[in-house]
């Protein structure tokens, strides 16, 4: 991997939309490259979906050109939650698919971001197959990196966190033992946003939400949309609101980490870093943290000079509030995180390399001991630009994580006990029972799940 | 299964027709409902089992029994209902059997066959072949019953139309016969209404069916049976009346009159026809020839009666005058005739009576002759007596008359039957009648002689009148006239003697005066000895003719006298008239027109005038000084304040008078009075003209003073019109004064107050614009207020008043004041036009005309020396009002300025916010980070300042609001620090949570923040946002 590292230039980005999901974040991402005017981080990208219906939703929500979807398979109604289904139409397709990504200028990328959900069908089951895919037929001249941004499913939703457990194992294999793992997976939680979004006064939560997510919190009638959900409308709808919301913070976040994909002279990258190296200063499964807009100027004195004593004060506060009420899932008090990676943009002046100082005193209280802490900063010359910060913590101990397992679990002892009942993994799942017990266990020992929690010697 | 269904489909329609068609019992429509709802279930099952996999064996098995409990439920029903259909049908068939059989005489050949068609059985079989047999055995009890009630329909009709004709037939002939009869209209109505009645219902209906037929066939019978009885009856009328008939024509064919040929008849016995309808219409065609033939005879006899009752009538009357004739053997004569409307055997029977009268009064003739002549003879001898008394009486008898008599007298001698002495009779009463014309003519003639000659002799009454018929009465007459005229020759003398007597008493009156007439007393005398020698009428009356008019020229010239007396007198008093108009003698002397007195009267008048004359000239002295007297006491009658001008007339009426005292001729008395009155007159105008314009003149003062005087020239007008009539100088003086009093003066007070009260007005709106014009008004209130409480108020006062408040509206002191106020605005007014300007955008061409208006208000304000109050008023009111509009205009530039800066302000994120940390602790926030109420109660002031000072008080907001608009963005830039220090604590955390957190967040940004307005604002929205306090 180190020596690798040199050979990469610069980074080469295709998106890559698997199922509904998947679908609605690249046309979110897509909507926002456009407002800004240009589309310089991506080289290409391509909607990917078994199901007729929701791809032609999402071209005309999006504006999508039907050149950047695909459908394929041959079932309209898509594969519903069979992922295997889904998994094996991938190598059946895949000389369509490679082509029109190819023709779409994927040729010539070397890191493909996969935006899915880990519970729905499609998705769950592509995402595996198309890693290896990627791997083998753009990865035979050069080092591709494939990295999954992936949404958790809602709670409640136990055959979605079936669906979960197996992907997250799949992509989490031995390099060696399989080439469907990914190089990085970027974990974003819907149920933490809505928790978060449900403990809190409204009138802070919006003031929170407006500020992170850019909208402005005197338009009422937005709020309104918002709130409405809370309490006698049912959480199907509110999920669906909710993700209106949630969406855009994950394409910030995205788009954030590709700041670093792209050169400009009026910024400069401190240390020089490339986009595909995140996956080498990181472990696999990693989550987000976005704070936008730090108003530093509120430190300024009277004669508009920023005293650096505070800033270094104010910026500890600043990564406490975004590891715990920014990350894009809940990591609990003590994540003890393994690694962690931050990019702190903003103008010249006050983007300062000493400002690692504070950042990582603040930091170290959620990492795990020996964890190694990658800095970058984002320098701009003009004085106007926005402070952000962006922290990637690796491996956190996710809570939320463990509640799925409970959850896939709750459904594997459902179908348990008989012949008869197991039948149903290979009929509704396509894979059996034990694919299913083998993924748990493993996922318990990477989150330190308790045998006694989960007994599965027993199943 | 299968066929169940289809008999239950069956049976359910049998049933269906069944009810459509036939009453049904109760529960029977139940049963169908039944039927149906189990069928609708049976299909439903049936659909569900067919629907129902063959897997589903458990399923099926139970549908499958419940569709076999269900059929066989059907089933039963069905059967109870095609029972209970059958047995229904089976009651109508035998019901219309029955029917048919007491019908059978009306029923056509179609029915019975159809009757005898129908089945008295239920059928036998299956349910399915039941039903349909019960289906078919049903609609031909249905033809079959139609095909009967349409026969049934059909016979009563029939009956109906031949019973009707009938009807009118006897009704025809029972009209002619007055023959009653119980043949009645009603019934036949009756058979039509029976038919409708079998219409009414389309169901097979036998009790009705039954019911109808026999109430027809009743009524038909019962008709029929009346009608025959009827027929019978005319028969026997027919007959007996023919045979009255004849009895009377052959008999009146005997007595010789002529009589038509008898009809000839054609009914015969009713027996003899077949229908009693044509027996009726031949018996119609008898009763109408008996009838004619009836009226024809009774036409011929009664012309007989009429000529015979006539002639008896005559022969009656002329015989009772001279026999007895007995009247009760006279019965039909005496009775008036019968009329055409008679019965024939009446008319017969006065015709009998008649002719027997006839004979006996031929009998009665004979013995009525020798009584009429002796009677006749006496008459002749009555009228002969008459006609010498009438000569007597110088009556003309013609000679005609008298040998007529004669004549007459012989040939009654000679007459021998009563025909003859009737013709006597005739020509005696004739002559009877001349002689009386005759008499009758000359005593009218004599009256009317007498009557023309005492016409204008009122003393005497007219001559009686001559009445009467008979000339014994009018002979009566001529006597009675005679007496009359020996009556008035008496009279006529006593009328003399009177007017004699009269005429001498007069003649002694003026004996031994101018007035004595010689003359008429030789006539007097000459009268007196004729009145001896008077004889006869004629003379009498001429006689007194002659009296009366004697006496009538002696009265006339004596009258003649008197007017020229009294013409001399009104000479006099018609100077006395000119002179005064009052003169207590002229009642003395009436006109001679109206004098009605007697010759001695009127003498003892002339005596009486001639004493008068002598008094009249001291009278018209003492009227004339009187009236002196009254002018005089009138002037004195002048009110105090208007005397003074009249003083001097009195003067010279006191010089009159002294004057006149010794004047000694009427016309030296006419002389001195009336120059004396013409020179009263004269001076009396002058001074009441001088009095007029001293009036006008106070009043005309006033006007001058006055700023708009009022319109007085109807009331000057009045005043001038204003004149002395008769001496009448009270009444004149007082009517001017009045017209000063009530109609100008109150207008002038008025209009002073009116001017007054503008001025108070206009001093206090210049006060209302701050002006210190406090003592002028309050010396023009006090003014105002003495014009307004002086009750006795006169011009000279109101021109007083006038003075005063002219006095104080031109005062130099006032108008100093006004001047400086108008500068003080002019100047606020220039320092208001930058703002102005800025208002410019909206309305470009304002500013121009703004500046244009302060010039022109600066030109005006320097012109004030030479106005007036009222103008200097007005221009202050504009200033004011040009100020307020500016006001108004830096205000609205204002609010829109600050509404401006809210909207640019509100544009920024969290401006709410900021707002919100402000309005929940505004104290704070004003002391330690923006004086943001300030802002506030500036608005507040300017709202309520009228005045210029609002010009300052704008500026002052203007910088405060500028420095806000740039104060907030950099709060917001600190509120963006808030987000960074919430997470880790909740609105709904505990107080006690919440409020240890928020010392903690406190600590942190005192520790990082070194600005003390930017920790406050920060620890004010914290606080804020969580809701603490």
């Known amino acids: 991997m180190e020596e690798m590292e040199e050979k990469v230039p610069a980074s080469s980005v295709f998106l890559l939309g698997v199922g509904e999901c998947g679908g609605n974040l690249l046309g979110e991402y897509i909507n926002a490259e456009r407002e800004r005017g240009r589309m310089t981080r991506v080289s290409g990208y391509l909607l990917l979906n078994t199901n007729q219906m929701d791809v032609i939703k999402a071209r005309e929500r999006y504006h999508i050109p039907p050149e950047n979807t695909l459908i394929f398979g041959d079932t309209p109604m898509g594969v519903g939650g069979r992922f295997m289904e889904a998994y094996s ?32 069908g499609t998705g769950c089951g592509a995402t595996p197959a198309l890693i290896r895919q990627i791997k083998e ?23 979605e966190a079936l669906n979960t457990t197996w992907l997250l194992y799949k992509l989490m294999q031995e390099p060696t033992s399989s080439k469907e793992i990914a190089d990085l997976v970027i974990l974003l939680s819907n ?38 959900y809370t309490g006698e409308v049912s959480s199907k709808a509110l999920e669906k609101t909710f993700i209106d919301i949630v969406n855009p913070l994950i394409v910030q976040t995205l788009i954030k980490m590709l700041e670093l994909s792209t050169y400009a002279p009026d910024k400069n990258i401190f240390p020089t870093i490339d986009f595909a190296d995140l996956a080498n200063r990181l472990d696999i499964i990693t989550v987000p943290a976005l704070f936008t807009d730090i ?44 690694s962690a990676f931050y990019i702190l943009s903003g103008p010249q002046q006050f983007t300062d390399v000493h400002l690692d100082i504070p950042i990582k005193r603040a930091l170290g209280s959620y990492l795990a001991e020996g964890a190694s802490i990658t800095p970058v900063f984002v320098q701009y010359k003009q004085r106007n630009m926005p402070m952000d910060l962006l922290i990637l913590l690796g491996l956190p101990k996710l809570e939320e994580i463990r509640e799925i397992m409970r959850e896939a679990y709750q459904l594997i002892s459902l179908h348990s006990g008989s012949k008869v009942k197991e039948r149903w993994f290979l009929k509704s799942k396509g894979v059996s029972r034990e694919v299913f017990i083998d993924a748990l266990r493993e996922l318990m020992e990477l989150f330190d799940v308790e045998e006694s929690e989960i007994e599965l010697s027993g199943t | ?41 049976i299909s439903k099952l049936r659909e569900e089992l067919k629907s129902t996999s063959a897997l589903r064996r458990r399923r099926r098995k139970e549908l499958e029994k419940n569709i076999r409990d269900f059929e066989e439920n059907a089933e039963d029903l069905a059967r109870h209902l095609l029972d209970e259909s059958e047995r229904i049908i089976i009651s109508e068939v035998n019901e219309l059997k029955a029917f048919a059989g007491k019908f059978i005489d009306v029923l056509s050949e179609g029915s019975k066959r159809a009757i005898q068609e129908l089945s008295e059985r239920p059928p036998i079989g299956d349910l399915e072949m039941r039903a349909e047999q019960d289906l078919r055995n049903l609609r031909a009890l249905y033809n079959a019953y139609n095909l009967v009630k349409n026969d049934i329909k059909t016979w009563i009709s029939k009956n109906r139309d031949f019973l009707s004709d009938e009807v009118h037939l006897v009704r025809e002939l029972s009209e002619i016969l007055s023959l009653g009869h119980d043949v009645s209209e009603e019934a036949v109505n009756r058979l039509k209404g029976l038919i409708e009645e079998l219409d009414k219902s389309s169901k097979i209906d036998i009790a009705t069916l039954e019911s109808v037929g026999s109430d027809a066939r009743k009524i038909i019978d019962e008709l029929k049976r009346r009608i025959s009885n009827f027929a019978r009856a005319i028969r026997q009328e027919l007959t007996s009346w023919n045979d009255k008939i004849s009895e009377i024509s052959s008999k009146i064919g005997a007595d010789g009159l002529r009589v038509p040929p008898h009809p000839q008849l054609v009914a015969n016995s009713p027996d003899t026809y077949s229908d009693i309808g044509s027996y009726l219409r031949d018996a119609l065609s008898d009763a109408r020839a008996l009838s004619r033939y009836e009226s024809e005879l009774k036409r011929i006899i009664l012309d007989r009666i009429l000529s015979i009752h006539k002639r008896n009538r005559v022969l009656y009357e002329t015989f009772r005058k001279y026999v007895e004739v007995e009247s009760l053997k006279l019965s039909y004569t005496l009775k008036e005739p019968p009329g055409p409307d008679s019965r024939l055997d009446e008319l017969y029977a006065v015709f009998e009576g008649l002719r027997g009268e006839e004979e006996y009064l031929s009998k009665v003739g004979a013995r009525a002759f020798s009584s009429l002549k002796s009677e006749l003879q006496s008459k002749i001898l009555r009228l002969s007596t008459q006609m010498n008394l009438a000569r007597e009486h110088d009556v003309e008898i013609p000679d005609e008359i008298s040998t007529r008599l004669e004549t007459l007298s012989a040939h009654l001698e000679r007459v021998k039957d009563v025909e003859d002495i009737l013709t006597l009779e005739k020509e005696i009463s004739l002559v009877e009648g001349g002689l009386r014309d005759a008499v009758r003519n000359y005593a009218l003639e004599e009256r009317g002689r007498l009557l023309s000659m005492i016409s204008g002799i009122p003393s005497l009454a007219e001559p009686p009148e001559i009445t009467g018929t008979t000339v014994e009465e009018f002979i009566r007459g001529l006597h009675s006239l005679r007496r009359w005229a020996s009556d008035a020759i008496h009279t006529l003398k006593m009328e003399i003697e009177g007017i004699i007597a009269e005429m001498r008493r007069g003649l002694d009156t003026l004996k031994g005066t101018e007035w004595y007439d010689e003359e008429v007393e030789r006539e007097v005398n000459s009268l007196t000895a004729h009145l001896e020698e008077i004889k006869s009428f004629e003379d009498a009356v001429e006689t007194y003719r002659r009296a009366r008019s004697l006496l009538k020229n002696a009265s006339e010239k004596l009258l003649m006298i008197i007017d020229s007396m ?26 001679i027109t109206e004098i009605k007195a007697s010759y001695s009267e009127i003498a003892k008048m002339i005596i009486d005038l001639s004493k008068k004359v002598e008094q009249r000239d001291k009278v018209l002295r003492d009227t004339l000084i009187e009236n002196l007297n009254r002018i005089r006491d009138k002037i004195e009658g002048v009110p105090q304040r208007y005397f003074e001008f009249f003083k001097p007339l009195l003067e010279v009426i006191d010089d009159c008078i002294k004057k006149l005292s010794q004047a000694k001729t009427v016309i030296e008395i006419r002389e001195l009075y009336t120059r004396t009155i013409k020179d009263l007159s004269r001076a009396l105008q002058e001074s009441f003209s001088a009095m007029k314009s001293n009036v ?127 500068k003080s605005m002019v100047s606020a007014l220039e320092r208001s036009h930058p703002y102005i300007s800025e208002y410019e955008e909206v309305s470009p061409e304002f500013a121009h ?61 969290y401006y709410d916010t900021v707002t919100g940390v402000y309005n929940a602790n505004r104290k704070i926030f004003d002391e330690k980070i923006f004086p943001l109420s300030k802002i506030q109660e500036i608005k507040e002031k300017i709202r309520e300042t009228q005045g210029p000072e609002v010009l300052e008080l704008i500026r002052e907001k203007r910088e405060l609001e500028e420095e806000w608009g740039k104060k907030v963005p950099e709060i917001i830039t600190w509120h963006k620090a808030v987000r960074v220090f919430l997470s880790g604590v909740g609105i709904l955390d505990s107080e006690e949570v919440k409020e240890r957190r928020m010392q903690e967040i406190f600590e942190k940004i005192d520790r990082i923040f070194k600005r003390e307005d930017v920790r406050t604002y920060l620890k004010l929205a914290i606080r804020t946002l969580l809701g603490g306090r």
């Open chain 1, 191 to 228: 149920r933490t946003m809505l928790r978060r979004r449900l403990q809190h006064d409204r009138r802070l939560v919006m003031d929170i939400i407006g500020a992170s997510l850019g909208v402005d919190t005197s338009d009422y009638q937005q709020i309104e949309k918002v709130l409405k």
């Open chain 1, 137 to 159: 037929t753009f990865g035979k001249t050069r080092r591709v990196y494939v990295y999954v941004a992936a949404v958790l499913p809602f709670e409640g939703q136990s055959s």
């Open chain 2, 696 to 822: 006008l003149l106070k009043v005309r003062m006033v006007c001058l003073k006055l700023r708009n005087p009022p319109d007085l020239s109807e009331s000057f007008e009045a005043i001038n019109r204003t004149s002395v009539e008769q001496w009448e100088l009270p009444s004149a003086v007082y009517e001017i004064d009045t017209i000063y009093r009530k109609k100008i003066l109150p207008v002038l007070r008025d209009r002073v107050i009116s001017e007054a009260e503008k001025y108070v007005k206009m001093l206090e709106g210049l006060k209302a614009y701050g002006i210190d014009v406090h003592e002028f008004l309050v010396s023009i209130n006090e003014t105002l207020r003495s014009v307004k409480e002086k009750e006795m108020i006169d011009a000279q006062d109101l021109s007083k008043a006038c003075e005063k408040i002219n006095k104080i509206v031109t005062d130099k002191k006032l108008r100093s004041v006004i001047t400086e106020w108008a």
């Open chain 2, 566 to 591: 009294r013409r001399d007198f009104l000479e006099v008093l018609k100077i006395a008239e000119e002179l005064s108009a009052e003169m207590p003698i002229t009642v003395v002397v009436p006109s």
């Open chain 1, 89 to 120: 139409l991938v190598d059946t397709w895949w000389d369509t698919i490679a082509d029109q990504i190819s023709s779409l200028g994927g040729d010539v990328a070397n890191t493909f971001i996969i935006l899915t959900s880990t519970g729905g």
């Open chain 2, 849 to 909: 005309r703004f500046a244009d208006a302060i010039s022109e208000i600066r030109h005006q304000v320097n012109m004030f020396d030479s106005m007036d109050m009222e103008r200097i008023s007005e221009v202050v009111s504009e200033i004011n009002d040009f100020w307020n509009v500016t006001r108004s205009f830096i205000l609205e530039i204002e609010e829109r300025k600050s509404k401006e800066l809210e909207e640019e302000l509100r544009k920024m994120p």
């Open chain 1, 295 to 338: 108003p530093y100027e509120a430190l300024k004195d009277e004669r508009g000079n920023v005293d650096m004593d505070s800033l270094s004060a104010f910026l500890e506060e600043v990564v406490n509030v975004t590891v715990r009420a920014y990350s894009l899932v809940d990591i609990g008090d003590e994540p003890s995180a393994s």
């Open chain 2, 1 to 41: 299964m299968q066929p169940l269904s289809s008999a239950i489909r069956r049976v359910f329609e049998l049933a269906n027709e069944v009810l459509d068609k036939l009453s049904v019992p109760a529960g029977f429509e139940e049963s169908m409902q039944r039927l149906l709802d189990t069928s609708v279930r």
